[in-house]
């Protein structure tokens, strides 16, 4: 095993011997329920696998030279220091989606967390610290004691802290995850020292909801990705295109999902909706649906309630706000569980709608007619870096690339060839000749 390889593989150890534990200080600190902390801490177990069967086979192209005894070939070497910053909704899986993949490349990390969710990150970095540890007395060799302390290393602090990364000549690659408005701030700083970004920013992901569709799966894929991690999630389903000719038998089943949904104290196993983040998730929501009863909607849902023993936590009921049309408000990210639902007629309708607003994250059609799916899978569907049949736009799995275009910021981190990011390209060619042909049939001869 490539010793790259070989750490992150021990650090996937340290994960998997932990999962509870880290999965539960999600719950307690992030406020997601169980099942989905310690979902997210198998997503970084899955990262680890992944990354470890990647040291093996990263690797370049051998090119055809057009001059006689010439190979070309590309190798890919370390960045360096992979800076990355990261948001509340995802403290510790966003970490290791960067940090697993930037390790098999040979780089070392430097993670400023979001400030709403320091102690996960503490946790995190004491695993890795010790997966470190063992793998320095396994191959002593291979991390002398100089080498490990500076293999990654946690920044608490505010926006001023990931400010210091972004700005640090140092760090030749930040990954940031966050609003599209941190992106704005953060991608014109890189770009000033050229630094190479990652963006990975806000969505406002919606789904079709086609004359064809299986209403129970789509029913059960809605309420999963509307109001699953209370709306906070960067795939959250945010706007519901529904066909006229199914709109009154898809709408009464989900109001009555929206109010009877379990919402409460996220270490009960029976709830399915947690509490917001902090006051200014619950405020920017009030003033979302405000915005929304003065265009009109009809909203199922949405007050603020009051479990036992949380008087100063921020537990709403998800909203489900039925529109007459697309506003500027249902164009903005809000992020928590309202979930905008609109009728359309005609597919080309809905598809202008889905892919008219600034963000491009993910995407999804209900359908079981092929060429629906299709169209929306094509060059001229939806324009999501993500886009899903039969299926809701959150919950992606680490094999893929992971990411949107637009205001989502272009990123891509996970799977696929998202490693590549991590890398510097350099393209060799080498001459074993005795002579020197140009390319192009250039002659430059001198005596
Ligand atoms: P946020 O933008 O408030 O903060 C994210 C991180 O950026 C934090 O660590 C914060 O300290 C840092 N930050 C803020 N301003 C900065 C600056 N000027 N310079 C450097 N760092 C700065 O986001 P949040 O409220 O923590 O998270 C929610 C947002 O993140 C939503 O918009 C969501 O869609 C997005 N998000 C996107 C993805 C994705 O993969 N596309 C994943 C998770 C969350």
């Known amino acids: 095993m490539p010793r790259r390889g070989e750490l992150v593989r021990f650090l996937g150890e340290e994960l998997r011997a932990n999962l509870d534990p880290l ?52 190798q890919w070497h370390p960045l360096g220091v992979t800076g990355i910053i990261s948001a509340f909704n995802f403290p510790v899986a966003v970490w290791s989606w ?15 967390p979001s ?40 920044l608490l602090g505010g926006h001023t802290a990931g400010q210091a990364l972004v700005d640090s000549p140092l760090v030749p690659l930040v990954s940031a995850t966050g609003s599209t408005r ?33 209403l129970d799966l789509t029913l059960r894929a809605v309420a999963f990705s509307a109001m699953g991690t209370a709306g906070q999630r960067c795939t959250t389903l945010r706007r519901l295109l529904v066909h006229a000719s199914i709109y009154d038998q898809l709408l009464p089943k989900l109001r009555r999902v929206y109010t009877t949904v379990t919402v409460g104290d996220p270490r009960n196993p029976e709830t399915l909706v947690g509490p917001l983040i902090d006051a200014g998730a619950f405020a920017s929501m009030q003033q979302a649906l405000t915005e929304a009863r003065t265009e009109g909607a009809n909203i199922t849902g949405g007050e603020r309630i009051h479990p036992s023993g949380s008087p100063e936590a921020f ?30 007629e005609h597919l080309a309708e809905a598809v202008r709608l889905h892919n008219d607003v600034p963000q491009g994250l993910s995407s999804s059609i209900f359908t079981q007619d092929l060429a629906e799916a299709e169209l929306f899978l094509s060059a001229t569907g939806s324009d ?39 890398m510097r390209r350099s393209t060799n060619t080498i001459n074993y000749g005795a002579t020197l042909p140009l390319a192009q049939g250039v002659t430059f001869d001198v005596n």
């Not at 890189?190 to 990975?200: G, S, T």
């Not at 709403?316 to 905008?340: D, K, N, S, W």
């Open 182 to 214: 941190m992106g704005r701030l953060v991608g014109p700083r890189l770009a000033a020292r050229f630094a190479r970004p990652l963006l990975e920013l806000g969505g406002n992901n919606a789904g079709i909801v086609c004359p064809s569709a299986n």
């Open 315 to 344: 537990y709403v009921r998800p909203a489900l706000v039925e529109l007459p049309e697309q506003t500027g408000l249902v164009r903005q990210e809000t992020f928590a569980p309202i979930l905008y639902v609109l009728r359309y």
């Open 384 to 422: 999501c870096g993500i886009a899903n049949v039969n299926l809701g736009p959150s919950g992606a799995e680490i094999g893929g690339a992971f990411g949107g275009e637009k205001e989502t910021g272009g990123g891509r981190e996970s799977g696929s060839d998202a490693w590549k990011s991590y």
């Open 23 to 74: 999965g539960r200080l999600v719950t307690i600190e992030a406020g997601k329920i169980l099942s989905e902390g310690r979902g997210e801490v198998q997503e970084m177990i899955d990262i680890c696998t992944y990354a470890t069967g990647l040291a093996r086979t990263i690797g370049g192209v051998t090119v055809s030279s057009e001059r006689p005894h010439h190979r070309m070939m590309e």
């Open 98 to 112: 960067n940090a697993a993949l930037a390790l098999v490349c040979g780089n070392s990390v430097v993670w400023k």
């Open 115 to 154: 400030e709403k969710t320091p102690l996960t990150a503490l946790a995190t970095q004491a695993l890795f610290l010790r997966a470190a540890h063992n793998f320095a007395g396994r191959y002593p060799d291979d991390l002398p004691p100089e080498i490990l302390p500076n293999l990654s290393t946690l």
